[in-house]
């Protein structure tokens, strides 16, 4: 059952025509029930074929966050959804500290693969900030085949050197990374620039102490290298965030790249 506060932004954004579904699906891999949320687009049409946006939530948040507009990474993407006439889902991937273990990568599996079965998907995106966006960067690492665009906000492309969210990804991950440091390193997007052959578009902040972007620059460097089509904001007086105009730039560069194609 979707909130009514929602459906008042999602008015405000100009996606009142399709209000947002709470979705229930048995996953694959261990048959529990798991959720996301789908919106389509005013005047959706089963016959033409609209692209796809995945909408990962941040650390502590749940799948409807990437709804909520008074975020500007989220304002960001309904804007961006309803201006092009978007596909949107919001995987739940496995609750509020999922940083895209095991089980939240499978379930991502899965809504991409039905929804490419259900309905007539064009190119798939992802998105996601902090927690997110790294989930998108690791996911991306992950399956380049399923995906075609990547928005990474304030991400970490290096679980290996991230100390500030230990335990969380411990989580996640199942154990520390002392413990299995080759898991955290299969989910580190930067030892994996070749997989990223989608045009990529990254932010960080100069002054972010929780989630630093060095492992994100680092890997919008080698990927330049690689020819690839990437984006790189970093502005260094920022924290960890990134506002509504950086982020728009990130949406608008990695879909008119892929679009271009």
Sequence with gaps: MYSKR??????????AAAEPRDITFTARTDATVQRYVLVLPEGYWA????HLMVGLHSYGGD?????????????????????????YV??????????????????????????KARYRVGKVFLCGT????????TFTALHPELVDGVIAMNATANYLELDTVNDSVAKSFGGAK???????????AEYWPERFTMPVAVTGGGKDTLIPPASVTRLAD????????????VPPDQGHQTDYPDAMAAFDFVINAALDQ
């Design 6 to 15: 929602l459906s008042l932004l999602l008015l405000v954004c100009g996606l």
């Design 130 to 137: 902090s927690m997110g966006g790294s989930a998108a960067l």
């Design 222 to 233: 080698v990927l330049r290298k690689l020819g690839r089509k990437v984006l790189l904001i």
């Design 47 to 50: 016959e033409q074929t609209h």
């Design 90 to 115: 919001l995987p739940e991937y496995r609750g509020p500290q999922s940083w895209m273990g095991a089980k939240a990568e499978a379930d991502v599996v899965q809504i991409i693969e039905e929804f």
């Design 178 to 188: 002392a413990r299995i440091p080759l898991e955290y390193k299969k989910r580190s």
């Design 63 to 87: 799948r409807w966050q990437f709804l909520e507009t008074k975020y500007p990474t989220a304002r960001a993407a309904v804007d961006t959804v309803a201006k092009r006439k978007m596909i």
